[in-house]
Structure formats: structure tokens, C-alpha cells
């Protein structure tokens, strides 16, 4: 092949990238949140907030139509988190809690799987061509068309579409969390053995806060919420029950997709003073308040004006 030919032929394949790109910009999206649950990979990625810093060895693979994941924090004490998509298993220091998965997702699968509801609440961009990991990325960007929620800069992998970088901004541009990619190989075969390597699931291990809580399904609702900020919606509920005392509190969970809220709705003990107010605690904002005997708070990598929203949403 002239090199004429294989100049032709690599514009015709940037041509096509960018004609899909203009069609639906938002099917990179798309991809991008299939590939995160779907391919083969190994790497190491490094995050930082305004308060830590720490790096994360991963392997994630599909395997018989089921994911695996396994983390390992390189660090700070030894721990591991190991998932088969429906439970999650957390080893530190020769103790292992058992949880539920839940909705929210961690980097690289940082993406729902219905991004329809991005599209009402962010405006999408594309960024400069960056290389991550010795890989070439497409940067896009996600800007909150309103003060509820943090912008979303995310470095696409050119060939395979899985997310390489990201880097979460406020409304001043100032960053409030990111995570990268330093190494990253793809299309290795893994065997499930190998998640399970240092876990072994045969023995009894407890379950998440067991010594504090056991969760319950919630049957009755005995509050109402005033209008949220737009697009977020309730993905999980939870009831625990402390022990030793006959009360229950509970923890409603909201995403937009991207960003997560936690509702805390807890009854005081008598003698207990309420906490109220709103606070920053590295890149996370906290509101309190107290209403009827409960103390209500809302917890979230959001501006502070959503936490306060939420914490004042409820109504008994």
C-alpha cells in the first residue's frame, strides 16, 4: 500500500469517527458506558480529592455473561474489594464484610446505562485528543445546565471506548475530584478463580455493619419529599434497625446519573442534641437539620446548595 493509500484510508476512518459523532454525539456515551461493564481489562488507576490521594490496582472481565471485578488498594492499610455484579466483598486486615451492590458506579464505570436523563441535565462538548496511559482519548465533556451539579470532564478511549480519566469541576473550574489511568492493557483472558483467589467464600464472614444495623425492607413511607433538583431520582431505600434500640432509621439514595445524594432520616435519642448546618468535608458537602424528632442530613460529591435542597425535601 502507497503511503498515499494509508494517508486516504486513516482520513476516511477519522472522517467516519467524527460523522458518527455529529449524527449522535451522545452514542459515545453510550458506548462508553457498555465498554466499562463489558471488556477485558487491567490497569492501575490513581484518584484525588481535595483531602486524599491513592492509587488502585484493577482487573475486570466478562465472563459467561457475568462481570467480575476485583480492586486492590496499592495504598494506605491492605484491603481488596472483589464483585460478581451482584454482591461485594470487602477484605481488609484479615476481615471480610459482605454488602449488596448498589447503584452507584465507581471509575471506570462511571456512566449509566440510560443516558437519557444526562441529556436533560447537562449540555455535551468535545474536548482536544489527549493521550492517557499511552492511549489516544476523546475528551468530553458534560456542563450542568444548572447550580445542582458539578461539570464531568471524561477521556474516552479512542478505540474501545472505555473511560480513562476523569476529572470533576465546580462551577468555578476548580477541580473537585479526578481519577486516571496510568497503565492499561486490554483483551486479556481471565479466569473467575482469580477474583476469588484470596477470598474464601466458603467460610462464614459478617455482613456489613453488622454489629450496628440489620437492614429491612421499607413497606410505609411516613414522609413526603417537596420538588427535588431536577433529574435526580430515587434509586435505593434502605431501613436499619439499631440494635438495642426498638427505632429505625433510614437512607434514600438519588443520582442523575452522575451525581449521587444520600437522605439520612434517623430518630434522636432523648438527650441527643441535633446537629444543623452545612459543612465541606474534603469534596463532599453535608446538611443537617432537625424536624419532629429526627435528625434529617443529605450527604454528596454535590454543590452544597443540592445537599441543602434535599435536607429540606422532607416532610412528615
Not at 471506548?161 to 489511568?181: A, D, H, M, R, Y
Request: with cysteine; glycine share 4%; net charge positive.
Amino acid at each position: 500500500m502507497t503511503l498515499f493509500k494509508k494517508l486516504f484510508t486513516l482520513l476516511l476512518l477519522v472522517l467516519s469517527f467524527a460523522s458518527s459523532a455529529m449524527d449522535d454525539p451522545w452514542k459515545i456515551l453510550d458506548n462508553s458506558a457498555k465498554a466499562s461493564h463489558k471488556l477485558n481489562y487491567e490497569g492501575i488507576f490513581h484518584s484525588q480529592t481535595s483531602s486524599e490521594s491513592n492509587s488502585t490496582h484493577i482487573i475486570h472481565a466478562n465472563i459467561d455473561k457475568k462481570e467480575y471485578c476485583l480492586l486492590k488498594m496499592l495504598d494506605g492499610a491492605p484491603s481488596e474489594v472483589f464483585s460478581d455484579g451482584e454482591m461485594v466483598y470487602v477484605k481488609s486486615q484479615n476481615r471480610l464484610i459482605i454488602k449488596k451492590r448498589k447503584n452507584q458506579f465507581l471509575f471506570p464505570s462511571i456512566l449509566p446505562s440510560d443516558i437519557d436523563n444526562l441529556k436533560a441535565n447537562y449540555h455535551l462538548l468535545f474536548g482536544e485528543k489527549k493521550r492517557i496511559a499511552d492511549r489516544m482519548a476523546q475528551l468530553i465533556v458534560l456542563t450542568a445546565k444548572d447550580d445542582f451539579r458539578f461539570n464531568y470532564h471524561i477521556w474516552i478511549d479512542e478505540k474501545n471506548f472505555l473511560p480513562l480519566k476523569l476529572i470533576v469541576t465546580n462551577n468555578k473550574n476548580q477541580t473537585i475530584e479526578q481519577s486516571s489511568f496510568t497503565t492499561i492493557g486490554f483483551n486479556k483472558v481471565f479466569n473467575k478463580d482469580i477474583f476469588q483467589k484470596n477470598i474464601d467464600l466458603s467460610k462464614l464472614y459478617e455482613n456489613q455493619n453488622k454489629n450496628k444495623f440489620v437492614e429491612n425492607y421499607v413497606s410505609n413511607k411516613f414522609w413526603n419529599l417537596k420538588k427535588l433538583p431536577s433529574g435526580f431520582k430515587e434509586v435505593d431505600l434502605i431501613s436499619r434497625r439499631v440494635n438495642g434500640l426498638n427505632i429505625l432509621d433510614y437512607q434514600l439514595i438519588f443520582s442523575d446519573g452522575l451525581a449521587y445524594v444520600s437522605l439520612f432520616i434517623r430518630p434522636i435519642a432523648r438527650g441527643t442534641e441535633p446537629k444543623e448546618g452545612v459543612v465541606t468535608i474534603g469534596s463532599t458537602n453535608i446538611s443537617a437539620r432537625y424536624q419532629d424528632g429526627y435528625q434529617i442530613m443529605s450527604v454528596g460529591m454535590v454543590p452544597a446548595e443540592t445537599v441543602s435542597t434535599f435536607s429540606g425535601a422532607i416532610e412528615f
